[in-house]
């Protein structure tokens, strides 16, 4: 079905309203093959009529952005990210001998990969710290990938590899799960998911000690990206650290976070 300039505009303008994320007109035949099976599943016979659906049906909504975000995402993504949380991060928050629990925040945390693998950091970093108490909090836009992530039952990709560089800790905390794997409840019970839209407010359990933003501010134009930033700001305790994506750099946006080292930023201008 052929996918005209001006319904492609429309579709482009309601993903931007509805996510966030920017697209532009390359992003056609991404949308078109995307969004197909929802005109097929309603049984709509235009594209006309699916963007007539969209201004009326809240249902709707909910799967077209399920169906235009990207979810991509493994456990243990970027492996220096997890030997500066276990080398750096864990240590110093250790040494302060705080009371309160650790609160991490996994924003735009996709199928949920990232949040179980800081909490699996957590807990063998207990084996150092016997007292260190954590929280996490997973949060996206997408009620599907939160789906799977409350799930916590993964196969194929996103476990390969995991299975691959960390055997030990794959044996440790997955259990087989049909033809795949599933989160140890001794994990999951670290975990909570909501679903959460980085362009409102940020969750109201805030004053998060750690912020976990990867790979999702590469969908937004400069103006959303400031917004975000601003509210992962918000939801950060003083000493609190952001983690970026590998393919993310937010140097030339003004912003209340100063370079740490690579993908970790602080608050504010001076070390804490
Ligand atoms: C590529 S995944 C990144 C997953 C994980 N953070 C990682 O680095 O592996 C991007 C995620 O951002 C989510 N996302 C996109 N726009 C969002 C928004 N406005 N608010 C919250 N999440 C959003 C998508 O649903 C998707 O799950």
């Known amino acids: 079905m052929e996918l005209r300039d001006d319904h492609l505009s429309a579709l482009i303008a309601l993903v931007r309203q509805h996510t966030g994320i920017a697209m532009n007109e390359h992003k056609r035949v991404l949308l078109q093959g995307r969004l197909l099976p929802r005109l097929r599943a309603l049984g709509i016979a235009s594209w006309a009529g699916y963007i007539e659906r969209l201004a009326s049906d809240r249902t709707e909504v909910t799967s077209f952005i399920d169906s235009v975000t990207t979810n991509d995402t493994v456990f243990f993504r970027t492996p220096a990210v997890w030997s500066w949380l276990s080398e750096t991060f864990l240590p110093a928050f250790a040494a302060q001998g705080r009371a309160a629990p650790l609160r991490i ?128 700001r918000a939801a950060m305790g003083p000493s609190a650290r952001l983690v970026l994506g590998e393919q993310e750099s937010i140097t030339r946006l003004q912003t209340a976070f100063a370079f740490e080292q690579a993908h970790v930023y602080r608050i504010g201008g001076e070390p804490s």
Request: charged share 20%.
């Open 105 to 232: 925040w996994s924003a735009a945390a996709a199928t949920g990969e990232e949040a179980y693998s800081l909490a699996m950091s957590c807990l063998e970093y207990q084996a150092h710290a016997p007292g260190l108490r954590f929280e996490i909090l997973g949060t996206d836009i997408s009620h599907a990938a939160l789906a799977t992530a409350r799930a916590g039952a993964y196969r194929g990709r996103s476990v390969a590899r995991f299975e691959a560089d960390r055997p030990a800790l794959f044996r440790k905390y997955l259990v087989a799960h049909g033809d795949g794997v599933k989160v140890d409840p001794a994990v999951a019970q670290h975990v909570r998911f909501d679903q959460h839209n980085l362009l409102g407010r940020p969750p109201r359990s805030a004053a998060f000690d750690l912020v976990m933003l990867r790979n999702v501010l590469i969908y937004f134009d400069a103006e959303h990206q400031q917004q975000v930033l601003a509210g992962a």
